[in-house]
């Protein structure tokens, strides 16, 4: 496929090489980096905010990236309907820049968490998803302490109303239980994408678990079906 | 000149995790009189402005733009005029 992959590099990401070999080296597609400098999208398919601590994550994560010179393109592409992913750090960065709604308050227990978690997808029609099965589950990692997913009753409403919520965190079995969501998420909410659907944020990390070696390749077949979303579109 | 002293806070309606883990250190210091306790962040910002309601107008830009997340945040200012001596 003659697609071009973006993988966007602030000051402090740090997940930006994770997602470049996963796109690039396992999955063989065209990728490259973007400086947080850079305001040229011309080319890429589909642009990914990567994980890390932008900015050393002060203010709040993601606040200060948003102001960054590459955002003001990176809002442009997204309004143009064109497909952005943003992963973990990506994801706060997306939030603070008004792409998606709600806000990352810190994981309900303090902790900075970094583990391996069991996520289920709840709406395999969206362009990222399409190729994933509605309540399957993935073994994915995460690793943050700012993953707590706010958004108000209204908010959440219209999420569920639009099915832009696309994954929420389960137990293995697939069963949404308080254990399961362990950094307090409002709904266990994991990921969503914003009403036109062409913007993706997800706190777990499918591009760290895309060869067995490395425990799991569960986030693989995630970013495949990120593909052949742009196969389509 | 005028400093701005702002105040953010988690709103209301929302846990603060902080606050309540500092809340339960503070029962177990024996401090049972302490209902609640709210975690917030202090900004200052030094605001090169001629009246009060210019300085408010920055400070109040500054914080929905950037300082506090309105999603989740509430913020105060208080403005202190002085005088600028280094020039």
């Known amino acids: ?233 | 000149m005028y400093k701005a002293k702002i105040n953010v806070t988690l709103r209301k309606s929302i846990l603060d995790p902080k606050g309540k883990a500092t809340y339960q250190a503070l029962r177990n210091l024996g401090l049972g009189e302490v209902q609640d306790v709210r975690i917030g962040k202090r900004i200052e910002l030094d605001i090169n402005s001629k009246s009060q309601s210019e300085a408010r107008k920055v400070a109040d830009e500054a914080c929905r733009k950037l300082l506090a997340n309105e999603v989740m945040e509430d913020y105060e200012i208080e403005l202190e005029r002085f005088e600028n001596v280094t020039g």
């Open chain 1, 1 to 233: 496929m003659n697609k071009t992959i973006g993988v966007v590099v602030f000051p402090g990401s740090n997940c930006d090489h994770d997602a470049y070999h996963a796109f690039k080296h396992v999955m063989n597609v065209n990728t490259r980096f973007l400086w947080h400098k850079d305001r040229d999208l011309e080319g890429i398919d589909l642009l990914v905010i990567p994980g890390g601590f932008s900015y050393g994550d002060y203010l709040r994560s993601g606040a200060i990236a948003r102001f960054s010179p590459i955002m003001q393109a990176v809002v442009n592409y997204a309004e143009e309907g064109r497909p952005v992913l943003g992963i973990c750090n990506g994801f706060q960065i997306l939030l603070e820049a008004g792409l998606l709604p709600g806000a990352m308050l810190h994981n309900e227990k303090l902790r900075f968490i970094c583990k391996n978690a069991w996520i289920r997808v709840e709406n395999d029609q969206s362009l990222f998803t399409r190729s994933l099965k509605q309540g399957e589950v993935y073994d994915i990692p995460v690793s943050h302490g700012e993953g707590n997913y706010f958004i108000d009753e209204d908010g959440l409403k219209e999420l569920q109303d639009h099915d832009q919520i696309l994954f929420r965190y389960s137990n293995r079995n697939g069963e949404i239980t308080e254990e399961a969501n362990f950094n307090g998420s409002v709904d266990a909410i994991a990921g969503i994408c914003n009403r036109r659907g062409n913007v993706l944020g997800m706190m777990p990390h499918p591009e760290r678990a895309v060869e067995k070696i490395l425990g799991s390749d569960d986030g693989l077949k995630i970013l495949e079906s990120m593909l052949d979303g742009l196969a389509v579109s």
